[in-house]
């Protein structure tokens, strides 16, 4: 555990005032190198909670070290490094993670904290991989701070809000959450623990890895290498008792079988697949050898998401057409190319009567059973919280 005393803008600057002195060696005798590299790095990463940014890569090429933030989804370069001040940046960051600093040629996973303050909690997740020039290290932040895991603030609209909270306060079913990496999965499925998160209940997760801890939510991680894996943890979980399970994702036929079995003998299980759309998933499973029947007397909703960059109310411009006024990015001091944070998307496909004999028929289901997600980014478009280039970007780019 560190912690980050300074302000943002004066340890980076003091950071960047230590760095010039490592690299053209002023007043060499007083230097501690050591603490100039923890400073740097306590820097470093406050710059990255100061932008909201998610992850931080350091990565190396032939001539030096690459520093980008991904910010709102996407990745912006910060600064280069040498390549011995790099490397010793990247020790640093190991001794943090408790990883092997003399492990350089296979991949490595650590975590560790960072307290802002008492009230202000960092998780980092580090993942180290062998490049062909040096490790390329990925630091993932999860900042306790911005993860409210309240409802409200995932981006449902009124109707989707009412049915989800429906679907997961039913005592039995299984919840389906799909998307592309990055959509937003796991803080949908963490809303929804929070949410039904109390002390009659017996909940468990079975993850890879555990993102966000819960107070009262047993975790597991999961562990292939002693064959603790998604099936195994689910079938000790259904002898403890359970009331709601959650799966980190469903990616083999076993854990699929077992997971509509739990949901059909009384369970509430949340699960991820990964797919485009809802209905894919419900393609996905079948293909998994789940039969349309079972399907239909397990799945309760399946929820396809996306996110996508809201528009800086600063600076958006407004588009007018004949009878709607949209907005679109621009870009000022307090934005990034005009957007400023993100929200979601969503598209709920629950298991209705209609659905559920289309499955078993074999019939097609149609889309205006249910709001598609680029209906759903629409309407974030006619709401001045999005534009439509974005909608068109993520829904484009994923497909
Ligand atoms: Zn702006």
Redesign the pocket.
Known sequence: MAVIGLSAARAWIWACVMLDNILYGVQENVIDYNDSIVHYVNALIQDAIHKSASDIHIEPDENTFRIRFRQNGLLYEISQLPHPLATRLITRLKVMAQLDISERRLPQDGRFQLHANTQHRIDIRMNTCPTLFGEKVVLRLLDMKKNSLAIDTLGLSDSQKTLFLEKISAPQGLILVTGPTGSGKTTTLYAALHHLNIPEKNISTVEDPIEIQLKGINQVNINPKIGLDFSSTLRSFLRQDPDILMIGEIRDPETAITAIQAAQTGHLVFSTVHTNNAFETLLRLQSMGISPYDLTHSVSLIIAQRLIRT??????LPEEFPSQIFYQ????????Q???HRTAIYELLPMTEKIAKALLTGSPIENHEYQTLREAGIEKVKQGITSLSEINRVIREKQ
């Open positions: 528009l800086c109310p600063l600076c958006k990015a621009n870009g000022c001091h307090h934005c990034l005009g957007y400023q």
